[in-house]
């Protein structure tokens, strides 16, 4: 059975200080992994996929990384609009998705 | 694009009455599915289809029906509304849902009292 954990639960940071969200995986064959932000009150929004090891995705502050074993979602330089809760998930090959409960970034100005 | 679609926003039940939450999805995606959100909690998947006539139970089936006579519609009906159903209940669509990413719509906000 496909398991994904993420870690820290919750992460405060200062405005401009970057830190990094962790996601380990355990699969039977990893077809891809997905990172989510959602925000308050609304569905989950996707960011990235990475399909294989050592692939990395950018957008704005945000980088996602992959290994064998986990995903990192690093966060350079973040502004209180960062505030959301990450979540990643990888599919299996019916069709579901298994996702990991989520890190809540709350950036203070 | 409307993307993904949910009906009603918010929604307030007495104890054992039945109701209808409503998705609909402009895509013309081939996979779609039903999550419901507790409070502070990860997604669970109640059901999921892979295309019009065929559905599959997730985790947590029990207390909800779902039917699939179209591409673009997927409602999920309670049938005998419990408190334990109150939640927030998300549907999501995907392309092929193994490779691609799922779309969400903004959720159903539902209240069993």
């Known amino acids: 059975e496909d398991q994904v954990t993420q870690s820290p639960e919750a992460l405060r940071l200062q405005e401009g200080e970057s830190s990094s969200l962790n996601c380990s995986y355990t699969?039977?064959?990893?077809?891809?992994l997905f990172w989510y932000r959602q925000d308050p009150g609304k569905g989950p929004e996707f960011l990235f996929t990475?399909?294989?090891a050592g692939e990395e995705k950018e957008k704005e502050r945000l980088k996602a990384t992959l290994t064998k074993k986990e995903s990192f979602l690093h966060i350079t330089a973040p502004k209180p609009e960062d505030s959301a809760t990450y979540l990643c998930a990888v599919p299996s090959n019916a069709g579901k998705s298994t996702f990991g409960d989520g890190t809540t970034l709350t950036v203070k100005p | 694009n409307a993307g993904v679609t949910q009906t009603p926003k918010f929604r307030i039940l007495k104890i054992g009455q039945s109701m209808t939450l409503q998705c609909a999805q402009d895509m013309n995606h081939n996979y779609m599915y039903w999550y419901r959100q507790d409070p502070g909690m990860g997604l669970k998947l109640i059901y999921y289809?892979?295309?019009?006539?065929?559905?599959d139970k997730g985790e947590v089936p029990n207390g909800y029906n779902v039917s699939r006579s179209t591409t673009e519609d997927f409602p999920l009906r309670l049938e005998l509304a419990a408190p334990s159903q109150t939640s927030v209940y998300f549907c999501?669509?995907?392309?092929?849902?193994?490779?691609?990413?799922?779309?969400f719509g903004d959720g159903t906000r539902l209240s069993i009292l």
């Open positions: 289809s892979v295309g019009a006539g065929i559905t």
């Open positions: 990475l399909y294989s």
């Open positions: 999501a669509s995907s392309y092929n849902g193994v490779d691609q990413p799922q779309h």
């Open positions: 699969v039977s064959g990893l077809r891809g």
